[in-house]
């Protein structure tokens, strides 16, 4: 429809240049202050719709992985206790036991066992590293009476392996002792 009408004024220009007749250079103006807008209409027009049609999912996603993230480096503490009062009980000594063992074998640390003490203090970090993800995969499990297990065997694994260096210590100074009693 625009090209007839397009080329209805292109016929009949000379036509309406007759019927109306307009200043000298009308039309030269005219152009150049149409053109004139055009090219300012250009420049100043920025879309914010666009722009935020970009910045604001970006933000929602941003915020999304912040929070997701946050949320997985802020581990929350399961107890056996949450599955059964028994098995927090016995969670409870066990802990209450490693403690004590560990400040028994710290306290018998001398330079002659110093090797000994050290690895056994090793072995009982890589043992309480596997408890830490025997509770994670606890509470992604939802209670799993395998993974309970594994938790429980953990703990007395731990024990064992402190009760083991201590006995170990035990029998270091009593063979210096009585190798030294031999001396005398």
């Avoid at 220009?13 to 209409?41: A, I, M």
Wanted: aromatic letters at 10%; one cysteine or more; proline letters at 3%.
């Amino acid at each position: 429809m625009e090209d007839k009408w397009k080329e209805f004024f292109e016929k009949s220009k000379l036509q309406f240049r007759n019927e109306f007749e307009l200043p000298k250079g009308h039309e030269e103006r005219f152009l150049q202050k149409l053109n004139e807008q055009e090219s300012t209409k250009k420049k100043v027009t920025i879309n914010y719709w666009k722009i935020a049609a970009v910045l604001i999912p970006i933000c929602m996603l941003s915020i999304y992985f912040v929070l997701e993230f946050d949320s997985e480096s802020k581990p929350t503490q399961v107890n056996l206790a949450d599955y059964s009062p028994e098995l927090g009980e016995a969670e409870n000594y066990f802990a209450y036991m490693i403690k004590e063992k560990v400040k028994e074998v710290k306290a018998l640390e001398n330079p002659e066992n110093k090797k000994l003490v050290d690895h056994s203090l090793n072995e009982l970090d890589a043992l309480q590293k596997n408890y830490t993800q025997l509770l994670k995969d606890l509470k992604q499990s939802g209670g799993n009476p395998q993974v309970i297990k594994s938790v429980m065997t953990n703990l007395q694994l731990q024990i064992e392996v402190l009760e083991s260096v201590l006995n170990q210590i035990e029998i270091k100074q009593e063979i210096k002792q009585t190798s030294d009693e031999n001396i005398f």
